[in-house]
């Protein structure tokens, strides 16, 4: 009798067998921001540890020139055999900078590997009407919203707008289709009060957001009218808003070590995004994002330049970014590495089926 794990090594050696020179997809995986990468890297390092398979190497150029261009950008990492079924290699690369910096870097990177599908993932912003912290955003089409003319009577916005590729909204309809938002364990009580408090502090609504619609579906509709029947027993919500002492009770738990986001729900969600080269930071930038469109729910500083580039070359490209912040004046990094977390995880889903739709 064959022992199991004996018997997925030899499924292993089977299906490299099979597809030993098949060209493989290779899927450039790009970031802004080191911190953003560390997440998906982090993510790929552990499964090939955990399933005995190589660790990355740094890409082989063919020629020193071409390694010497590529130092230059920033550090180049390849998994060739991350995927046993999947014809697919996978390339990281972070360019370390913002807005247009890292959209130049981006786009260098592209022009020299010549990948066969890009995706963007970390961090973004997002209307707070719209999404929750810690939620997914998927782009189906992405605006420029930094793009115009400056006449007389102010701005004239050229109104670009990069869509994303058909195979990358396929699978990511996919991927969204199939999330089950009870992968996380059953919230507890304690931590769905919290999450109640901290909407009401920020100004936010809770009811009908994706996170509460999440919940309820998962949970039960009882659940949340549990935690708002608490709430009001502790004294820490009257008449629909925070009092004092719930604000106590919530700076105690952000202040308290240990503590993760990843009790909360989120969702996955396919949306326009807005990408320009200022940090929006309240109402005005809001309104000059809406002036693309009024749909637009996340909103970064590097995605439409690297949407430019990828349609200039044919290159499908599609943006997967978790929400950390409202874009208002509450922004902070309390939720930033949970939500680059969750931004990669969905990616290698992604990444996964996209050999199905290309």
Known sequence: MSLPHRRIEDDDKKNRKENEGKKKLRILVVSALLDEMKEFEGIVDKECKRKGRPLPLPHPFSSVAESRYASSLGFIRVWSNFFVHHDVEIVTYCAGDMASNAAVKISSTITLLEPDAVIMVGICAADRNDAS???VLISNRIYQYDIGKIKDDGFMLDGICHMTHSAWRAVGEE???AYDASRHSKMEKKYGRLWWLSRLSNGYSTVGSPAFDAAAKYYGESYWIDIYNDCIRKGWITNGKITAKGMN???NYRNKPGERLSHFPNSIRIVPFASGQFVISGDNGWSMVRRAS????GVDMESGAVASICQYFDIPFVVVKGVSDYGDSHKG??????AAHESAMTALQMIEKI???L
């Open 133 to 135: 912290m810690g939620d």
């Open 175 to 177: 991927v969204a289709g």
């Open 249 to 251: 009770h919530l700076e």
């Open 294 to 297: 009024r749909k637009v729910v």
């Open 333 to 338: 990094d309390s939720v930033r590495k949970y």
């Open 355 to 357: 050999d199905n739709y």
